[in-house]
């Protein structure tokens, strides 16, 4: 893999897009730890950091001392650029306050952003000479993979929130079952329809609503629905179009309605 010389540290929201898991470190202050974990992933240690009012006045005194010491290794003026570059919002600091690593008092997470930024403001640090170098090289290259980044895409895109996950889950779920009616109905039109008498009896009382369709019977089920039905209603099935099907229907109610009040007739008379 090609080697990714970048010394600045994506923020954590963009981290965690990737699919990086920050966890919160049991080591001193500064040790800082980057680990392989399951399934390719990177395990992000860091051990938390207590923010309040002094705090700020405490960091810039000890770059101040490590940019005037030649002989002082800069191990806070590195700690101090992992987290400016860690920290770029208020949603960065509230993914760290929710993984334990940032801990302030000063009320608004959106300040927490505002101090960590400026302390390393007009302060000259070669990244090469910090002692996080590795870790944030080897952060950078697995964000730069081609799996990493396709999956920070994706997730930055369609799952940024609950709701935008849930419209996108709703929105796969139609299309599948969009290509699932699409396929049946091509499998279906291949083969001719079949058509029992409740199919029949509903499009001759919806005729006006479904007179426009026209279907071809099997011959094998007319035959096998002759047989079953009295001879009365055999005449019915002489034409597979199911507009005659429905005139002959109608056709067939009305002849029923007349024996029916004859029938009622002859009894009458008879009482």
């Not at 001193?28 to 392989?36: A, M, N, Q, S, T």
């Not at 987290?83 to 690593?101: P, R, T, W, Y």
């Not at 990493?148 to 369609?158: C, E, F, W």
């Amino acid at each position: 893999m090609e080697t990714n010389l970048t010394n600045t540290m994506k923020s954590a929201t963009e981290l965690g897009e990737a699919g990086f898991i920050i966890k919160k470190g049991k080591a001193r202050l500064l040790d800082i730890d980057l680990e392989k974990g399951r399934l390719n992933k990177r395990v992000l240690k860091i051990p938390p950091l207590y923010i309040d009012d002094y705090k700020g006045t405490l960091f810039r005194n000890m770059v101040a001392f490590e940019q005037c010491h030649r002989e002082c290794k800069p191990y806070v003026t590195s700690y101090l650029f992992f987290f400016d570059g860690l920290i770029n919002s208020a949603e960065d600091v509230e993914l760290l306050h929710h993984k334990e690593v940032i801990h302030h008092s000063l009320g608004r997470d959106k300040e927490v952003a505002k101090l960590v930024n400026s302390l390393c403001k007009e302060i000259a640090f070669d990244g090469y000479e910090s002692y996080l170098q590795k870790v944030v090289a080897d952060a950078n290259n697995h964000y730069h993979s081609k799996f990493a980044t396709i999956r920070a895409k994706l997730v930055h895109h369609y799952f940024s929130s609950w709701v935008v996950g849930i419209s996108t889950l709703a929105g796969m779920i139609v299309i599948y079952l969009i290509l699932i009616q699409t396929g049946c109905s091509v499998r279906n039109a291949s083969k001719p329809k079949t058509v029992t008498l409740l199919d029949c009896m509903k499009h001759g009382i919806l005729d006006p609503l479904f007179g426009h369709f026209s279907f071809t019977f099997r011959e094998d089920e007319i035959e096998g629905l002759k047989s079953k039905l009295p001879n009365y209603f055999s005449r019915l099935f002489n034409s597979t179009s199911i507009k005659d099907v429905s005139e002959r229907l109608k056709s067939s109610f009305i002849t029923f309605q007349k024996d029916d009040e004859t029938n009622q007739e002859n009894q009458s008379k008879q009482t």
